[in-house]
């Protein structure tokens, strides 16, 4: 008999009125109010960072998400939104914050549970799908994600 693993709680955030992603909660370390973040523009910087944010004294890259995934996923049908709020995600030794439109809530996750995505040129950032509320959400790999944005900084 095989003990089944216990689910692992996922962050499912919108990036536009029905574009659905969601991050490990573990990987998730706080949401902000992002008009009430200061956001210094870097230049030099690649187009998908808005800047630099001080947060409690820690000095972050803001990444615009939705510009990044449409960068690397341009069949992706992500409208530009405002970005309301951030998460704030931790990746080993590094932080960053993400952009999003808002927050939905959190979302247990068994490995059964999760469906394959249907191709994209990037499939190692989304290691799969599920349905919540009806609607399709897609899972964003931290790993990956923090991998993409290494490899893409040493160009």
């Not at 370390?29 to 910087?45: I, Q």
């Not at 979302?107 to 990037?122: A, G, S």
């Not at 609607?135 to 490899?151: G, K, N, S, Y």
Request: avoid cysteine.
């Amino acid at each position: 008999m095989s003990v089944k693993a216990p689910p692992v709680k996922y962050v499912v955030f919108r990036l536009g009125g029905t574009v659905r992603l969601a991050l490990p909660q573990m990987v998730v370390r706080e949401g902000l109010d992002m008009a009430t973040v200061v956001v210094a523009p870097m230049p030099g910087a690649a187009p998908i960072f808005m800047g630099i944010a001080n947060v409690r004294g820690n000095f972050l890259w803001v990444l615009d998400l939705a510009k990044f995934l449409r960068q690397l996923e341009p069949d992706l049908a992500l409208p530009v939104t405002p970005h309301r709020e951030g998460l704030i995600l931790q990746g080993g030794q590094r932080s960053l914050v993400v952009t999003i439109q808002g927050r939905e809530g959190f979302l247990p996750l068994t490995e059964e549970q999760i469906q394959p995505l249907p191709h994209l040129r990037h499939q190692h950032l989304f290691p799969g799908m599920v349905r919540w509320e009806g609607q399709p959400v897609a899972l964003l790999d931290p790993t990956a994600l923090f991998q993409v944005l290494r490899q893409s900084s040493v160009r």
